[in-house]
C-alpha cells in the first residue's frame, strides 16, 4: 500500500508535464490512474471478503512510535473503492470542464495529491501517520477552493475551509497525543483490546471531545458547517468530489473507525447523535432559499452527512445497515448530482436554477443520468437511495427514548432534500425553456461517462443489493462494531408504517417545491445574527485581525527603545517567578571585599553611565559609551577571559568608529524622552541589574555537572596541544563556527576600511 501510495505522488507530479504534450486528450490519460487504484484495491476484495484483514507495516520514526502501517479491511476498503471510483469521474470529467481553466496542469496536481492523500488516511493504521494524511487532505483542499484565487471569494472560502479544519485537526492531534498517553502506542489495531482500559481512564472525556471536535470540523456538522457551502467557489470537479464523496467523509470514517475503540459510552453515542440530528434537519432547511445549484446540493450534503453521524450515535445494528447503504448511496448519487450542475454550468453558462428549463430535447443523455441519480437522491424504488432511506427510518423507529423526535426530525429533512432534488434533477429539464447565457447542448462524452457510470450503479445496487454491498456490509460492521450483523439487505420489505413515511416524505417534498416555486419568499429561513456560526467565525477572523494590528501597533512601532524595553522587561518576568520559587535555594552570598583596581574600574563604569545618559551632545554620548565597553572588557580581562575581553575591545572599537564616521550625517540631538520615562527605564533598568544578580548567584549557588565539561578538560591538552580550555574550543572543537565569526568581523573591518576610504562628491 505504501507503493501504491507512492506512486500517486509520482503520478501526481507528473500531470503538469503530460498535460503540456497531451492537452486535448488528458483526461482519457488521467483517469488512468485512479481506475488502476480502484482496480488494485477491486482485486484485493476476494480476500476482504473472506474475512481477512491485510496490514502492511514499515519503520518511520521507530523510536516515536510511527511507522508506515496499513490497514485494509471492510471499512477502508469501502471508502478506498468509493474514493477510487468518484476519483476517476471526476478526472475524466475535468479533462473536458476545466479545458478553458488556466494552470489546469497544476490543478491534476492538487487533485492526485488529495486522492492519494484520502487513501492514506482511510488505509493507515498508526494515528499520526493517519494525522500527517489528514492535513495533507486540508492542505490540498485549501489549493482546490482556491483555484480561482484572483477572485476574493474563492480566496476567503479556502482559507475560511483551512482555518475551520485545521483547527479541528489540531484538536484532533492533541487527542491522539492522549490516546498515546493512556495506550502508550499509536497503533489503531494495538486500541482494539485497550478499550475498556481507555474508557475508565480520566482522560476519556478529553479525548472523546477532541477527535469528535477534529471529526466534526471536516465533516462539516453543526455549527462548523458553515465552510462547506462557500466551499462552492470551487471548480465543479472539486465540489463533486472533495465535498460530495470524499473530503467530507473523513470525520464519519474517523468516528466509525473509533467507534468500537472509544465508542460505546453515553458521553459518545449521544454527543454524535444530537450533533448529527441538528446538522440533518437544520442544513435541510437552510437548503429551502438556496437557488444556487451546487450550494443546493451542498446543503442537502450536510444533511445527508448528519443523517449519517447520527446513525452510527444510534449504534444499533440495523443503524449500521443503513449507515453503510446510505454511505453508498450517496457517494452514488450525490458525485452525479454535482457533475450534473457542473454539466449546466459549462452548458448553460449559470446555475441559477430560476434560469434553466426545458433543457431535456438539447441534452437527454445528460436529462436521463439526472433522472437516474435523482430518483435515488429522493428514495425512489428500486434504486439503492431507497434502500438506504428505508434503513434509515427503520432503524430510527428502533431507538426508545428519542425515536419520536429523530424519525420526525428525519422525515422533515428528507422532504428538503427531495425538494431540492426537484430543482436540481428536473427542474432544469422540463418547463419552459429561458434564455441562458451560452446556447445549451449535449454535453461532450468525457462530461456524460462519469455521472453515467455513477447512475446507473445506483440502480444496479439497488436491483441486486447482496451481490453489490451485503459481503462488505458485514466486513465494514466488523470494523464499526467489532461483530457480524447477520441482516439481510433486500429492496422490498412490503407495505408498513416505513414505506409509508416514504410516500410521505416524497409527498412533503413535492409541497417544499411548489410553494417556493409559486410562492417564492414564503417559510425564508433568516435567523438573528448571533445564532449564526458563521458570524461567530467572522467575528473571530474581525476580533483576531484587531488584536494583531494593536499588538503591532503597540510592539513593531519602530522604535528601537520599545522593543529593547519589552525584551527585557519580558525576560524579566519568565526569570523572575523561577528565581522567587527557588530563593532558598541561594547558597552563595555575595563578596563585596574589592581590589583598587576593581573599584577604579566600577567607578569608571558608573561615571560613563551617568555621562551617558545625562549628555547632551551625541560626541559625549559616543565617548562615554566607548569608555563604558572597554571597562567591561578590562572586567573580561581581570577575571581571566581575555579573549572575551579582546573581542569585546574589537567590537568597542567597531562602534566607536562607525558612530564617528556617520556622526555628521545625523540630524540633530534631539531630547525624545520625558522626566517620566527616564524614571520608567530607571526602574526597569534597575529590575534587569537585579535580575541579573540574583541569576548569576543562583547559578553560582550549584556545582553544574555536564559531560562537556569533562570531556573538554580531559580532551584539550591531548588534542588541541592547548592548556587553555576555552581558546581549544573556539579554536579546534567549534572552528567552524570560530571561523563565521572571524568572517564577520573581518567583512565589518571591510566596511570600516570603505567608509574610511570614502570620497564622497562635494558637488551633491
Not at 492514506?120 to 485549501?142: A, H, K, P, Q, R
Not at 503597540?554 to 527585557?568: D, T, W
Not at 562602534?655 to 520608567?680: D, T
Request: positive net charge; hydrophobic residues 55%.
Amino acid at each position: 500500500m505504501l507503493i501504491l501510495l507512492a506512486i500517486g505522488y509520482c503520478a501526481s507530479a507528473l500531470a503538469p508535464l503530460l498535460y503540456k504534450r497531451f492537452r486535448e486528450n488528458f483526461g482519457w490519460i488521467a483517469v488512468i490512474f485512479p481506475l488502476f487504484m480502484f482496480f488494485g484495491f477491486l482485486a484485493r476484495y476476494p480476500q476482504i471478503a473472506a474475512g481477512q484483514v491485510i496490514r502492511e507495516s514499515g519503520p518511520w520514526l521507530p523510536s516515536l512510535g510511527v511507522n508506515f502501517s496499513f490497514l485494509l479491511d471492510g471499512l477502508s476498503l469501502t471508502f478506498s473503492l468509493i474514493i477510487t471510483l468518484i476519483g476517476a469521474a471526476v478526472f475524466l470529467f475535468a479533462g473536458a470542464y476545466m479545458k478553458a481553466y488556466a494552470q489546469t496542469g497544476r490543478f491534476y496536481v492538487y487533485i492526485g495529491i488529495f486522492m492519494t492523500s484520502m487513501l492514506g488516511l482511510v488505509l493507515s493504521d498508526n494515528m499520526l501517520l493517519m494525522f500527517v494524511f489528514w492535513e495533507l487532505t486540508s492542505i490540498s483542499s485549501f489549493l482546490l477552493i482556491g483555484f480561482n484565487h484572483h477572485k476574493e471569494s474563492s480566496r476567503k472560502a479556502a482559507l475560511q475551509a483551512l482555518l475551520v479544519t485545521g483547527g479541528g485537526g489540531l484538536a484532533l492531534l492533541s487527542g491522539i497525543i492522549l490516546l498515546y498517553n493512556v495506550t502508550g502506542s499509536f497503533e489503531i489495531s494495538s486500541f482494539y483490546d485497550k478499550s475498556e482500559a481507555i474508557i475508565a481512564h480520566e482522560l476519556y472525556p478529553a479525548i472523546v471531545v477532541l477527535v469528535l471536535v477534529g471529526a466534526f470540523t471536516k465533516s462539516a456538522q453543526f455549527p462548523f458547517h458553515f465552510w462547506l457551502p462557500n466551499a462552492m467557489e470551487a471548480p465543479t470537479p472539486v465540489s463533486a468530489y472533495l465535498h460530495s464523496a470524499t473530503m467530507v467523509k473523513a470525520g464519519i470514517y474517523l468516528i466509525a473507525r473509533m467507534n468500537h475503540e472509544i465508542g460505546g459510552t453515553p458521553l459518545w453515542q449521544d454527543t454524535i447523535l444530537i450533533t448529527g440530528a441538528v446538522t440533518m434537519l437544520f442544513s435541510a432547511m437552510l437548503a429551502f432559499k438556496q437557488t444556487d445549484l451546487k450550494r443546493l446540493l451542498a446543503y442537502s450534503t450536510l444533511s445527508v452527512l448528519g443523517t449519517l453521524v447520527m446513525l452510527l450515535g444510534i449504534g444499533s445494528k440495523l443503524a449500521i445497515k443503513a449507515f453503510f447503504i446510505y454511505l453508498i448511496a450517496h457517494s452514488l448519487y450525490k458525485g452525479a448530482l454535482f457533475l450534473i450542475a457542473g454539466t449546466l454550468d459549462h452548458e448553460t453558462g449559470t446555475r441559477d436554477v430560476r434560469k434553466l428549463g426545458g433543457l431535456y430535447r438539447l441534452m437527454p443523455v445528460t436529462t436521463l443520468t439526472a433522472v437516474l441519480a435523482s430518483f435515488s437522491m429522493m428514495g425512489v424504488i428500486p434504486l439503492i437511495g431507497f434502500i438506504g432511506k428505508e434503513t434509515v427510518y427503520k432503524s430510527i423507529l428502533e431507538v426508545e427514548y428519542w425515536g419520536t423526535f429523530l424519525i420526525v426530525g428525519a422525515v422533515l429533512a428528507h422532504a428538503f432534500v427531495v425538494m431540492v432534488t426537484l430543482f436540481v434533477g428536473f427542474k432544469p429539464f422540463w418547463g419552459k425553456m429561458p434564455v441562458t447565457p451560452r446556447p445549451p447542448h449535449e454535453a461532450a462524452l468525457k462530461m456524460l461517462i462519469g455521472p453515467g457510470v455513477l447512475a446507473v450503479l445506483g440502480l444496479l445496487f439497488g436491483l441486486f443489493p447482496n451481490f453489490f454491498i451485503a459481503t462488505m456490509l458485514e466486513q465494514s460492521a466488523q470494523s464499526i462494531l467489532s461483530e457480524t450483523l447477520s441482516l439481510k439487505v433486500s429492496i422490498w420489505e412490503g407495505f408498513n408504517l416505513v414505506l409509508l413515511l416514504s410516500f410521505v416524505t416524497l409527498l412533503l417534498g413535492a409541497v417544499l417545491y411548489l410553494v417556493r416555486e409559486k410562492v417564492p419568499g414564503v417559510l425564508q429561513i433568516s435567523l438573528p445574527a448571533i445564532a449564526r456560526p458563521s458570524v461567530w467565525y467572522e467575528m473571530t477572523i474581525k476580533g483576531m485581525l484587531s488584536f494583531a494590528r494593536m499588538e503591532t501597533r503597540l510592539v513593531q512601532n519602530g522604535y528601537l527603545r520599545n522593543y529593547i524595553i519589552f525584551f527585557v522587561v519580558t525576560t524579566v518576568f519568565l526569570v523572575s517567578f523561577p528565581l522567587f520559587r527557588s530563593a532558598g535555594q541561594i547558597t552563595m552570598v555575595p563578596d563585596f571585599s574589592i581590589t583598587f583596581y576593581e573599584g577604579a574600574l566600577a567607578f569608571i563604569i558608573l561615571v560613563s553611565t551617568l555621562l551617558l545618559v545625562t549628555s547632551k551632545s551625541r560626541l559625549k554620548s559616543i565617548v562615554a559609551l566607548g569608555v563604558l565597553g572597554f571597562s567591561i572588557g578590562i572586567i573580561f580581562v581581570i577575571y581571566g577571559a581575555p579573549d572575551l575581553g579582546l573581542t569585546t575591545f574589537a567590537i568597542e572599537t567597531l562602534n566607536v568608529v562607525l558612530f564617528v564616521l556617520v556622526l555628521y550625517k545625523l540630524p540633530g540631538f534631539l531630547k525624545l524622552s520625558g522626566s517620566l520615562n527616564r524614571v520608567r527605564d530607571a526602574v526597569i533598568a534597575l529590575c534587569v541589574g537585579c535580575t541579573m544578580t540574583l541569576t548569576v548567584l543562583f547559578a553560582s549557588s550549584f556545582e553544574l555537572s555536564s559531560a562537556l565539561k569533562r570531556f573538554f578538560a580531559e580532551a584539550s591538552f591531548p588534542d588541541g596541544k592547548g592548556r587553555n580550555v576555552v581558546n581549544v574550543i573556539l579554536v579546534d572543537f567549534r572552528a567552524i563556527d570560530t571561523l563565521g565569526e572571524i568572517t564577520v568581523l573581518t567583512v565589518a573591518a571591510l566596511g570600516v576600511f570603505a567608509l574610511l576610504k570614502l570620497r564622497p562628491d562635494r558637488r551633491k
